[in-house]
């Protein structure tokens, strides 16, 4: 009989994979991989640096020029992308295991939301690949004007710790599907699910060298990506200080393409007029507690008219102890542990902060489970913020809700846009006008109206000033990893 995967029985390989092959660093240089669960070592993971980049990008090169992916036709490579998705699924318990262990988030989470939503990405975006068609131009009859979209080459691709996964699958199913090749640096504190990824594409039958894993730290194995002059594009999600950064050496390099998902800190207005009180409280706690609050949409700021404000904040208290972090191992976990200790001293530093400015602490504002060995943060709610204070500017990246009132609807739209970023935004009344209204003037990529949690890949993610550049998800995301061609042709008409 097979033994049941557990905790203490699966096996990880931190090596790299490049070209098909599991490959240490060439320099052999390694690092720990911890658990945040208890602080256990998982593995330890390659150390990758700019000769290990080259030999993936080399790769990369050699498997788009020989056309080996690109070659296919597009129905071909729906169906590899498919068998891909189906791969993810066939281990879903195994790399829900990984990612909770290796990150932190609940295993029901990692299970149902992480899972599912990359194997649903690899998934639609291989099955819109042979439905898209190019364009031909309304010229004069004299010549025929083709415009097609080509793939743009070998795509870096750098993602954060969050989602290591959903990051993943957001930036590599439509760059392979559009028949790019790929190189992706995961976040060296989550490493360890995209190596699978990687390993799950050849099983699928994506050819060796199309899609390359390249662990390591941001500066030694991230900014070598980032500068190669033999990668055409690079595709980004992760801090607003590192995507700057990023477009600076797209810019000092070779010119890449760079798309960057960056930073939020979205406000959640709501009204008065609300139509349901009770939802939009369930809303705005789970959507902070949601993944440790760390997530880039997360609305931490909560701006409620003030004449609803303590009903309000009387019910949302009502819903924090639900949100008491918990072994994430336990099915029944619903926050589990923040990523690192670097992590969690950074959330505990921004809650420091926010009682040193006068803001009024209502809940938790310490760190929990100190026996566990693992990084847990209590879910935190501070009231009487004003939006100049360091909690309400800045991207904490954590459970910590921030509650601001306000009493006029122009005041409360000047200051929800007051911010370097433009993410998303929510308003909650039932008076159309205002709906429209605010969602108008909101300065956001996505702002929702009632609710906060829908959520669907047929939707384009991305954001307004310092959130990005450019969108995932969707058909627009084709835009990103393919170039634009036209090709005229001459006709000499014989009749
Ligand atoms: P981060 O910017 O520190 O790191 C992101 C990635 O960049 C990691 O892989 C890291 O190793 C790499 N990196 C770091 N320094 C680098 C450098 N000098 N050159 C090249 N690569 C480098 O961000 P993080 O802490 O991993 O993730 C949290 C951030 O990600 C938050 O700001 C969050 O809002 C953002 N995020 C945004 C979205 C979105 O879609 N907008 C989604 C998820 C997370």
């Not at 790399?95 to 599912?116: C, F, H, W």
Request: glycine share 8%; with cysteine; aromatic share 8%.
């Amino acid at each position: 009989m097979i033994s049941p995967l557990t905790d203490q029985t699966i096996a990880f390989d931190g090596r790299a994979l490049i070209n098909g092959e599991r490959v240490a660093a060439r320099s052999g240089a390694v690092f720990d991989c911890l658990s945040p669960v208890d602080g256990r070592l998982l593995t330890q993971v390659a150390r990758c640096a700019e000769a290990d980049i080259d030999a993936a990008v080399a790769a990369a090169r050699a498997a788009f020029e020989d056309r080996r992916w690109a070659g296919l036709a597009p129905a071909q490579r729906k169906r590899v992308m498919i068998k891909f998705a189906d791969q993810l699924l066939a281990h879903a318990d195994e790399l829900a295991l990984t990612e909770t262990l290796d990150m932190g988030k609940p295993i029901q989470y990692a299970r149902s939301v992480d899972v599912n939503s990359a194997a649903n990405c690899l998934r639609w975006y291989g099955e819109a690949v042979d439905k898209v068609y190019d364009e031909i131009a309304p010229t004069a009859d004299t010549a025929l004007a083709l415009i097609t979209r080509q793939p743009v080459g070998v795509v870096g691709v750098i993602v954060p710790w969050n989602y290591p996964m959903i990051m993943a699958a957001w930036k590599i199913a439509p760059a392979l599907a559009a028949g790019n090749s790929v190189v992706l640096k995961p976040s060296e504190k989550s490493p360890l699910t995209a190596l699978r990824l990687a390993e799950l594409a050849l099983a699928a039958g994506i050819p060796p060298g199309v899609f390359n894993v390249v662990p390591g730290f941001g500066p030694e194995a991230g900014s070598p990506l980032a500068l190669h002059m033999d990668v055409d594009c690079i595709a980004f999600t992760g801090s607003t200080r590192v995507g700057k950064q990023i477009h600076v050496m797209a810019g000092q390099s070779n010119l890449k393409r760079a798309w960057t998902e960056l930073g939020g800190k979205s406000p959640n207005i709501v009204f008065a007029d609300c139509p349901d009180l009770d939802r939009a409280v369930e809303a705005a706690v789970g959507s902070i507690f949601f993944n440790q609050g760390e997530s880039c949409n997360a609305p931490s700021r909560l701006f409620v008219e003030d004449s609803i404000k303590d009903r309000f904040l009387e019910k949302a208290l009502a819903l924090v102890p639900r949100y008491q972090p918990a072994n994430p191992l336990d099915k029944h976990t619903v926050m589990g542990a923040v990523v690192d200790q670097t992590q969690l001293n950074t959330v505990l530093r921004y809650i420091e902060s926010g009682k040193q400015e006068g803001a009024k602490l209502l809940a938790g504002g310490a760190q929990a489970l100190l026996d566990s060995g693992g990084c847990y943060v209590q879910p935190t709610v501070f009231d009487g913020v004003r939006n100049d204070m360091t909690i309400a500017r800045e991207e904490i990246f954590g459970p910590v809700l921030s509650v601001l009132s306000f009493s006029d609807a122009a005041e409360v739209v000047k200051q929800a846009n007051s911010s370097v970023y433009g993410l998303q935004a929510a308003v909650w009344t039932r008076d159309i006008n205002k709906a429209h209204g605010i969602a108008r003037a909101l300065r956001a990529g996505t702002v929702h109206v009632n609710q906060y949690d829908e959520d669907d890949i047929t939707v384009p993610f991305g954001g307004f000033k310092q959130s990005g550049v450019g969108r995932d998800k969707s058909l627009h995301a084709f835009d990103k990893y393919t170039e634009t061609k036209t090709t005229w042709i001459r006709i000499d008409s014989p009749v």
